[in-house]
């Protein structure tokens, strides 16, 4: 069995480039949360931002399924794992829900990241089976779209945008940080763009080395200005 589980940056311990992956928990207030009862040791855990590529995977090689429990007994459940020490997750809980926790290892992080087609539709966790998983796990950028390449009204070629698993992989190529300034969300709060150094207005393209990653400060200061080296 193989699963997708989908993650915001601020609940997960470790950084956007190396995720912590050693260990998921899931919880819900009402009823047993996914993956409770479908899941295995041995299954496979792709790990997914939110919004954003699949970029890790890890096997299970363990499970706790909690019933009526609260947070304090379920960060129990995490300790020795730095997810034990990130308080806002612990905080953002409610006071009492089911929950399951999913112990991993062999974490590798990819390096083709996967930008898949399927949507979870708010689910946090999703099970694969033999008609999910292809959409789950082929990513868009290997298809080509239909549009690429049609001409505007101007009679120019539809320029693409940067997907989200190429974005992804200029930022963590330049270390989450600004090429210009240095400064990176995780010392100092900014929010990273992918920066054409030729600007798309002058033809610049979408290839690596026209792509470095840029705060949002420098990035809207440099607009389009062409710089030289």
Known sequence: MQHVVIRREDYVAGSSERPEVGVFTQTHVSKLP???GRISIGDIVWMKWS???????SVVQGFRQLQDTFPS???ETTRGFRLHQLDD??????????????YLEQE???D??????????????????????????????????????LPTKGGKPRKRSVSASHRFRILRRDNFSCVYCGRS????????????VIPRASDGS????????ACRDCNLGKGVTLLNS
Do not use: C
């Open 73 to 75: 007994q379920l960060r």
């Open 89 to 102: 997750y612990w905080q953002s809980l409610k006071p009492g829900f089911n929950a399951v926790t999913v």
């Open 185 to 196: 969300p995780q010392n100092d709060g900014v929010q990273l763009h992918v920066d054409h």
């Open 51 to 57: 919004g954003g590529p699949i970029i890790a995977k």
């Open 34 to 36: 996914t993956p409770w």
């Open 108 to 110: 590798e992080w990819l």
């Open 112 to 149: 083709d990241i996967i930008e898949p087609m399927a949507r979870s539709y708010g689910d946090s966790w999703v099970v694969l089976d033999d008609q999910s998983t292809d959409r789950w796990l082929t990513s868009k950028t290997s298809i080509q779209s239909p549009i690429q390449g």
């Open 206 to 213: 979408n290839d690596d080395d026209n792509l470095v990653a």
